[in-house]
Structure formats: structure tokens, C-alpha cells
């Protein structure tokens, strides 16, 4: 009798051992833990909290003791004067203030129920434009995008409510529910504060207790059904980066992915390295992509997509801009035979309009008067011609630049047209910040 007892003893603990194992199995993973380097408890640098930092000239982001919600350290903004000791930030009368601090983060295969959460606070001053005026904004992107001080991320990598401000006092949490599609990929956290050139509410930002998890999953199980293959754009210009993803995400550990070009949708070629749920690639030419998804060596296959091109008067480089038409745009363009004046008719920013018409008429070897006229605010202004019709506007191809101390502004100059050119209105200011 004692011998049955102790066999159903033993299988009783038996049992509860594998479902312990399985619960564990299904319970949270940590991929930032927001008591270590989340929390930037493990050293008193960005460094060895592994971060890195890219700081404007002046509001910048400090490890210190300053500002946390826990522990002994936390990450905030603060100006050269102070230098970590305070969390305040400087409203700069010629530049906007942007700074970034980021990590890559690593997402295994088949991944589920991932979400960011992160303490933070924030004042600053809030506008109706989608980057107005001063704010905390989070990105997640492809480890490619490299963030540059005094630039905003693209839009297209915002996640969360896309700005996180006018929380002065006390720490609040913010969680954010990522997409299973970035399950098996590597991608960059992008934290980014950012300031205008008018009017200061501090404190600036702070940051603690940053925390990645995810459920692991289990086993994938028949044969995968990805649906279709989509495109972030399409058509997109030469050169230009763009990411491809599927409709459907495969659940469960296991799944492989191989993505697939081709040039007439009939012929098809694995691209070397191309094994992610999502890839960031540029094209050429139109060219045709699927990917094949497999669970145990049962492969599926996406619904193949032709990725097309721009047409070239599309494909300029827009500037990063920040502030609304209130206080820049342009009103007027006197040029060979166009004089299109504009208004303006809105608080959203935009960083480019183009237009298809009226055309100019000019003659090769023959000189043309140009006026641009600047409004809103002082303007720095500089218009490009791109004779040779390569996509970049070099120095070269520069034909009228200034800088307004009052507004509104003229500037006035003379264009000398090449013998022989392509020639064409737009213009491409991608190093500029306007």
C-alpha cells in the first residue's frame, strides 16, 4: 500500500514539475530590464549601461542621479551650465534642440506579447503640429537608421503617442504593445528629446526603468500562411530605403524566413542574408519580392509584389522640419515664367510641395532673373537647379542663397543657363534642418 501511494506521489510531482515548466515556459522574457541597464543601474555611463548617446550642443541626455523614478540613477535632459545636475533644457534663439539616446535590441524568432514600458516625465511647450514644439518621442527602426543630433527620426518609426509632454511632476508609465511582425529581426530603440527656438517650460525630459519583454513561443505547427507581401511604400524613388512585410505573422518558434526577388515574377532568386520577418532594402529598377515562410521544413509562400519606381520629379529629399507655416514658408517664386505665390494654410509641418506646373522657359547660354520671397520668420533660403538631372543637388547647381533678418524677404539673383542640361524646378535640401 505504501509502495502505490508513494508511485502517485511521485507522478502527482511529476506532473506539477512539467506544467511549472510550461507556465515558466509561457511567462514573460526579459530583454531590458528596467532594474539594470532599463534602469541604467549598472554603471554611471551610457556606455556601460549599453546606450549611446547623440547629443545636440547644448540640451543634452545625462546618466545621473538627478531625475529617476527608482533606484539610484536615471537619464534626463540638462544644459551645459548645469551639466547633469538639474533637468532643464535651452530654448535657443537660431536652433531647434534635438538629442537621442538608442540600443539595439534583438527579438527572437516567434515572439509574442511584446511590449516597451518606461518610466517617464516631461514639460516643455505643446503645439497642434505633429512635431511642436518640445517633447519626448520614441522610435523603433532598423538597426540602419543611425539617429543625428539636431534631426528628428522619420515619422514612419514612431511608436507610442508621438509626443510624451507637459507631465512636469510626478514619473508616469507609459507601455507599448510592439507588433509580433518584429519577432526574429533586430531593431534600434530610439529615445529622442526634443526643443524649439522659443519659449522654455522645464523640466526637460527624464527617463527610467525602460523595460522590453516578450512571451516565448512555443513550437510552430503546419505549413505557414503569410498572405501578402506589403511594402512601407510603393512605388519608391532609386536608392531610397523601404521595408517589406507580411501580412500574416507566423505564431510559435521554429519558422524561418528566405525573401525572394524577381525581375518577371516567374524567375525567383534567394537574397543572400534576406532570412527576417521584415527587410529593409532599396531597388533600381522595378523588381518583383515574396517570401517563403517555413515551420519544420513546410514552406509557404507570400503573394509576390512589384515594388516600382518613382517617377523622377518625386524623388526628392525632403528637410527635416519642425515648426508649422505660421512661422516658415515660402511665398513667392518669380522665375522664366512662373510667379506661383502661396499662403499659409495650415498648422501642420511640411517639408515639401511640389509643383508640376507652370513650367519654365528658358534657353541654353542665356541669363534668368530669380526671386524668392521668404515669410513668417527670419529664413535662411536656398534654391537649387539640378541641370545635369542626377538626383543630387550638389554645390554647384546652387543658384540663389541668403539669409532674411526680417520678414517678409526678397532675395533676387540671376540664373546663367548651361548650353546643354537637363533642367527642372525642385529642389533637394537633404542636409539641411529648416
Request: charged share 10%; glycine share 8%; with cysteine.
Given at each position: 500500500m505504501k509502495q502505490y501511494w508513494k508511485k502517485i506521489v511521485n507522478r502527482l510531482a511529476l506532473i506539477g514539475m512539467i506544467i511549472f515548466f510550461l507556465a515558466s515556459q509561457s511567462s514573460a522574457q526579459t530583454i531590458i530590464s528596467p532594474s539594470g541597464d532599463g534602469g541604467f543601474e549598472t554603471g554611471a555611463s551610457f556606455a556601460l549601461n549599453g546606450w549611446t548617446a547623440v547629443n545636440d550642443a547644448n540640451s543634452k541626455w545625462y546618466v545621473g542621479t538627478f531625475a529617476k523614478s527608482l533606484g539610484t540613477r536615471g537619464v534626463y535632459i540638462d544644459v551645459n551650465?548645469?551639466?547633469?545636475?538639474?533637468?532643464?533644457?535651452?530654448s535657443n534663439i537660431n536652433n531647434n534642440r534635438i538629442s537621442h539616446f538608442y540600443r539595439d535590441i534583438s527579438i527572437p524568432a516567434g515572439a509574442t506579447n511584446i511590449v516597451l514600458s518606461f518610466k517617464w516625465k516631461a514639460n516643455g511647450e505643446n503645439g497642434t503640429g505633429v512635431d511642436d514644439y518640445d517633447f519626448l518621442r520614441v522610435s523603433l527602426a532598423p538597426t540602419t537608421v543611425t539617429p543625428v543630433a539636431t534631426a528628428l527620426p522619420s515619422a514612419s518609426y514612431t511608436i507610442g503617442t508621438g509626443k510624451y509632454n507637459l507631465q512636469s511632476a510626478a514619473f508616469q508609465t507609459a507601455t507599448i504593445n510592439l507588433s509580433n511582425l518584429i519577432a526574429g529581426t533586430n531593431q534600434r530603440l530610439i529615445f529622442t528629446w526634443k526643443n524649439d527656438i522659443s519659449i522654455t517650460n522645464n523640466p526637460g525630459a527624464a527617463v527610467d526603468e525602460i523595460s522590453v519583454t516578450y512571451t516565448a513561443g512555443s513550437g510552430c505547427t503546419g505549413t505557414p500562411s503569410p498572405g501578402n507581401t506589403v511594402a512601407s511604400s510603393n512605388p519608391v524613388c532609386s536608392g531610397a530605403s523601404f521595408t517589406l512585410s507580411l501580412q500574416n505573422a507566423t505564431p510559435g518558434s521554429g519558422v524561418t524566413y528566405q525573401w525572394q526577388s524577381s525581375p518577371n515574377n516567374s524567375t525567383w532568386t534567394n537574397i543572400s542574408g534576406a532570412t527576417s520577418a521584415l527587410l529593409s532594402t532599396s531597388i533600381t529598377s522595378a523588381i518583383y519580392y515574396r517570401c517563403e515562410v517555413s515551420c519544420a521544413g513546410s514552406p509557404g509562400l507570400s503573394n509576390s509584389l512589384l515594388v516600382n519606381l518613382?517617377?523622377?520629379y518625386n524623388c526628392v529629399c525632403a528637410p527635416s522640419y519642425t515648426n508649422d507655416c505660421s512661422q516658415d514658408y515660402i511665398s513667392n517664386v518669380t522665375f522664366a515664367g512662373i510667379n506661383n505665390s502661396t499662403g499659409c494654410t495650415g498648422t501642420t509641418p511640411s517639408n515639401l510641395t511640389t509643383y508640376t506646373s507652370p513650367n519654365p522657359s528658358v534657353t541654353g547660354g542665356l541669363s534668368y532673373p530669380i526671386s524668392v520671397t521668404t515669410d513668417g520668420d527670419a529664413e535662411g533660403l536656398?534654391?537649387?537647379?539640378?541641370?545635369?538631372?542626377?538626383?543630387?543637388?550638389?554645390?554647384?547647381?546652387?543658384?540663389?542663397?541668403?539669409?532674411?533678418?526680417?520678414?517678409?524677404?526678397?532675395?533676387?539673383?540671376?540664373?546663367?543657363?548651361?548650353?546643354?542640361?537637363?533642367?527642372?524646378?525642385?529642389?533637394?535640401?537633404?542636409?539641411?534642418?529648416?
Open positions: 551650465a548645469t551639466a547633469g545636475t538639474a533637468n532643464n533644457y535651452n518613382s517617377p523622377s536656398n534654391v537649387w537647379i539640378d541641370f545635369n538631372m542626377n538626383g543630387v543637388f550638389e554645390s554647384g547647381e546652387s543658384v540663389l542663397s541668403g539669409l532674411a533678418t526680417s520678414f517678409p524677404n526678397t532675395f533676387s539673383g540671376t540664373v546663367n543657363v548651361p548650353f546643354r542640361c537637363f533642367f527642372r524646378s525642385n529642389i533637394n535640401a537633404c542636409s539641411l534642418s529648416l
